[in-house]
């Protein structure tokens, strides 16, 4: 039976305390740089056993102007294992003057349903005074229960840079022979450990936390801010038991939730057999494979109950013909195992930009799973909620990163596929004709591969064709010009590539003054980026992505016209990358190569001004003009 508790007898004990949320008293240090102060916070955790918890928050934020406003609004969730005893909350202005509280029907209750989830029990409440006199301060207040108990909270005191911090504590509560497992990142207090009873208090306090400026390229604040990271050793969650105190331990239990869950219907053995009996290349196999499971079904999200962490099983994905990630997945194992293929179940964080998971430390990091098959010493992934990738390409949103691979044994931590600069390439020759009005037509050539292809697959797979030229016309920056034709052909593979045909005209490109025009050779690879000088650099600089971009122009000279002047060729190489244009000319055309190579990697905030001016210097020579002149007689 779940437990009523009245709001009431909580929120007493804050207004017999209440505190003073006057804007005065917020000290000239946390407003400098800041959009929104918290002002107090407290975040306590109870463990009663391995699968039961009590969670309490209270957070009160003071928002100083329009861009602060997200703090203002409150939404926390409930499902299965999440009940929510109360929520109370009061609105202060800039006095600290109590103009509002929170109502019960003022409380929405939102379903967590989105367009591509047929199914999740998840539900949210969430409430807004919707006040815009600035400043103002909210207060929430919040107990939860938690039967089952997978995740611990995170300690985040201060989620943004724009947000200062007056007063954060942390508390959690647990049996003195709870084994509980915690990871400082930016942070080096440890927690203050208090023992009562049969019960260990952990505490971590902090204050006076300014906002920071935000520096370009810099880490993602989850990777800078302040936080203690939190994981359960033993728990429980709707009967099903484990331990993550190693990923092994981790991996027994995500096995515990496949067991039994990979039984295909006879019917799918059938077809897996016709389909790959007769062939003895196992990478032949795994995409035809593939192509079968792409053919066959689509992706749905379902998350209901344990569904969160459990797959349906093989036949439920045979009969709906959908499944969320788990189950493709898991069906997907199945069906390579069928084949005689080693195939494996993996839990990997997925999406273009999210962090890594933290290996040293077991925990549910995870948002999404995938397929691994072993192949001698080669490794093919497969991301099966796609229905236009090709088989072992997995791209921005699960490549470059570590994940968990299930066996038999456990979880073992893994590296994906990684794609170097010399895989993600956009190679283009230019062709064009420049008239001595300024016109230029260029018939354009372009290979994109790897991830330089991502958003292009998108477009030509999911766009129509009007829709297609769209995005092709917001790629390109030029004034008053047309295109008069353009062409995609697609080659998916492991390093999938997309061919790139058009034809463009443009009727002002080159400027004339009296007998001379001037014309940027660089047509279409013109760099937009320049870097703030910063009077001091306090972040490293960091960049996750690699890549090479060639450019090849060659420009015919209008009739009757001669080069006067030509710019001079430019190389740079540094520990950022490599830039290099090269300019060469003849009687009749002049031809102009544009290479440009970003390399990956953290660097340290001193060789920022190296960065500063390498694209300073891009920059310009991009703008780089060849005069011509009318030839006299």
């Known amino acids: 039976m779940r437990k009523i508790i009245s709001p009431l007898l909580f929120a007493l004990p804050f207004q017999l305390f209440a505190q003073n949320y006057s804007i005065s008293l917020i000290p000239d ?13 407290e975040l306590r ?6 699968g039961r918890a009590k969670v309490y928050s209270k957070t009160a934020y003071s928002i100083l102007n329009e861009e602060g406003e997200r703090y203002a609004a409150y939404a926390t969730y409930y499902d299965k294992f999440h009940d929510i005893n109360y929520i109370d909350g009061n609105l202060f202005d800039a006095s600290g003057k109590t103009l509002k509280n929170v109502k019960k029907k003022d409380i929405e209750d939102l379903s967590g349903n989105d367009d591509e989830s047929l199914m999740v029990d998840t539900r949210f409440k969430v409430h807004n005074f919707y006040y815009r006199s600035y400043p103002y301060t909210v207060e929430y207040e919040e107990e939860d229960d938690l039967d089952g108990m997978f995740d611990i909270p995170d ?26 497992r915690y990871k400082l990142n930016n942070i080096t207090q440890q927690p203050v450990i208090t023992e009562s009873g049969d019960k260990r208090t952990y505490t971590w306090e902090i204050k006076n936390i300014t906002a920071k400026v935000a520096e370009p390229v810099a880490p993602k604040w989850k990777e800078l801010r302040p936080s203690v990271l939190v994981a359960p050793s033993d728990f429980e969650i709707q ?5 993550m105190s190693s ?26 057999h016709q389909l790959t009996d007769g062939i003895k290349d196992e990478k032949e196999k795994i995409k035809v494979l593939y192509n079968f499971l792409q053919q066959n079904t689509r992706y749905i999200s379902v998350q209901l109950g344990i569904g969160g962490w459990q797959p349906f099983d093989a036949n439920y994905v045979f009969t709906k013909r959908y499944g969320d990630c788990k189950a493709l997945s898991n069906y997907m194992v199945a069906i390579l195992k069928e084949a005689g293929l080693n195939a494996r179940y993996v839990l990997i964080r997925g999406g273009e930009d999210e962090n890594d998971i933290i290996t040293d430390f077991p925990s549910n990091q995870f948002n999404h799973a995938t397929v691994c098959v072993i192949t001698g010493k080669d490794s093919v992934w497969l991301e099966c909620t796609s229905q236009t990738r090709a088989a072992g390409f997995i791209g921005s949103f699960t490549g470059n990163r570590h994940a968990i691979l299930i066996d038999e044994k456990g979880g073992h931590v893994v590296a994906t596929t990684r794609y170097e600069g010399a895989d993600n390439t956009d190679v283009r020759h230019i062709s064009a004709q420049l008239d001595e009005a300024g016109k ?29 030229l769209e995005y092709l016309k917001k790629s390109i920056d030029l004034p008053d010009y047309d295109v008069s034709s353009f062409n995609y052909t697609e080659v998916k593979s492991e390093k999938p590539y997309i061919d790139e045909q058009l034809e463009l005209v443009a009727n002002n490109y080159a400027s004339v003054s009296g007998k001379r025009i001037f014309v940027m050779p660089n047509i279409l690879s013109k760099s937009n980026g320049k870097f703030k000088n910063l009077d001091q650099r306090v972040y490293p600089v960091d960049y996750k992505y690699a890549f090479i971009s060639i450019d090849t122009v060659d420009i015919t000279i209008p009739a009757g016209f001669k080069v006067e002047s030509m710019p001079k060729n430019v190389d740079v190489d540094n520990q950022f990358g490599s830039y290099s244009i090269r300019f060469n000319v003849t009687e009749t055309s002049i031809s102009c190569t544009r290479r440009y190579q970003q390399k990956a990697g953290r660097f340290p905030a001193s060789d920022y001004q190296v960065l500063v001016k390498f694209f300073d210097d891009m920059f310009k020579a991009d703008r780089s003009k060849i005069v011509f002149v009318k030839k006299e007689g």
């Open 29 to 41: 240090s946390l407003l400098k740089n800041a959009n929104a102060v918290k002002r107090y916070e």
């Open 45 to 50: 955790f109870e463990i009663k056993e391995p």
């Open 155 to 180: 300690w985040t005191p201060q989620q943004s840079n724009i947000l200062s911090v007056a007063y954060s504590k942390f508390v959690i509560v647990a049996p003195k022979n709870y084994a509980l």
């Open 239 to 243: 009967g099903y038991k484990g331990n």
């Open 247 to 272: 990923w092994e331990n981790f991996g027994i239990f995500i096995n515990s939730l496949l067991k039994g869950r990979d039984v295909l219907p006879d019917a799918v053995k059938q077809q897996v």
């Open 440 to 468: 230029l037509k260029a018939s354009v050539t372009a290979r994109y591969t790897c991830m330089e292809q991502e958003d292009l697959h998108d477009v030509i797979n999911f766009y129509p064709k009007d829709k297609q």
